[in-house]
């Protein structure tokens, strides 16, 4: 039995992760657009970014099923999105619209982890048909 809470933070994992793909592409034209002091660098960065696209797609679809890992995993992802939400509310070229949409996407994520009826039908212990 899942609940709508587990599909809303699914679908959230996932536009997150679209978010994610979308950077990784913008890397990707960078390394063509600008003239970069590093290009393996670049790549790497590209490489990297798209690297963690996938996982967090794969976190995201898994969520639909309610395992018990995808917990960890988007908690894990929530942490480090606001690491970077604050940077780029913060950093050198700020963009805080993009940073607060960030953070309040993070937070929302990571409380919904911790709802009762979440937790009950991602735990282990919980029983599937």
Known sequence: MKTRLVALLASLVLVEALGLVAGALFFFAQIFVQPATSVVGAVVIFIVTAIIAACLVATGIFAFTARSWTRGAILTWQILQLAVATSFVQGLAPWPAIGAALIV???GCAALLFVPSVVRVT??????D
């Open 105 to 107: 996407l993070s937070l």
């Open 123 to 128: 735990t282990k212990e919980h029983k599937t």
